[in-house]
């Protein structure tokens, strides 16, 4: 166990720094794009500016014609520096939240490992293999990897075993059971008002959005949270909409 430990703390360290590296060239993209734009729009406004002289000019003015010609094709090769950028900020953005979901997962193996080498340490020092905590432990992190619990949190937790081992498994067995059948209820509860401000507003395919998010493709924290957004960002209408039918 001390063994499988340190290799994923190992493994963490790396991806930790692979994703500060992703972040990193994904930040240069993004500033590349903002370069690029800024100078497609100064560009396109002196393009303007001598299409408007052009038009006064007679057509024996070679010049002025080269140059809105010159100045076009630099905006087109922008333009195609700038798709270039966006394609390959997307595929660093996609690597980064590839690399950061990894990172989440083994996150979540080090504490569960952490979780359980404090169990057997505590109980090894009590002189007897205690099933029961192992077995209450092993079922704490299932409910929290459910959750999304933050690592922080469980890793406060991990202490408090080596304190009190079978009462602090028990109480955290009972805890977590009840964090669980709370999120659970509110979830249900911001779907169903979601669904009603959706049927108002007369917005069908969002009420099939909402019908169809499946839980088991976010952490109930992350669920809750979608929701809360869906809400905020729906409810201006909604009240306006109201207000105009109360009038």
Not at 99 to 126: D, Q
């Amino acid at each position: 166990m001390l063994y499988f430990t340190t290799k994923i703390e190992y493994k963490r360290k790396c991806l930790e720094q692979s994703v500060e590296r992703k972040d990193s060239a994904l930040l240069s993209f993004e500033n590349e794009v903002e370069i690029l734009n800024k100078k497609i729009g100064v560009l396109s406004k002196k393009m303007e500016q001598m299409q408007r002289v052009s038009a006064a000019a007679s057509e024996t003015d070679i010049n002025i014609f080269d140059t809105i010609e010159n100045q076009e094709n630099v905006i087109n090769q922008l333009k195609v520096q700038l798709k270039l950028t966006n394609e390959k900020k997307i595929e660093a953005d996609i690597l980064t939240n590839e690399f950061k979901n990894e990172l989440a997962k083994t996150y979540s193996a080090l504490a569960s490992s952490k979780e359980k080498l404090t169990v057997m340490k505590v109980a090894t020092l009590n002189s007897k293999i205690d099933y029961n905590s192992e077995i209450l432990i092993q079922q704490v992190q299932e409910i929290w990897d459910i959750i999304g619990v933050l690592i922080d949190v469980r890793e406060k937790s991990r202490k408090e075993i080596e304190t009190c081992l079978e009462d602090t498994c028990s109480r955290m067995h009972n805890d977590a059971t009840d964090l669980k059948v709370q999120i659970q209820s509110e979830i249900e509860s911001h779907e169903q008002s979601l669904k009603k401000i959706y049927q108002v507003l007369g917005i069908n395919d969002k009420c099939e959005i909402a019908q169809n998010i499946q839980s088991h493709e976010y952490k109930l924290f992350q669920h809750l949270d979608i929701l809360k957004e869906n809400l905020d960002s729906v409810m201006p209408r909604y009240n306006t909409a109201m207000d105009r039918k109360i009038k």
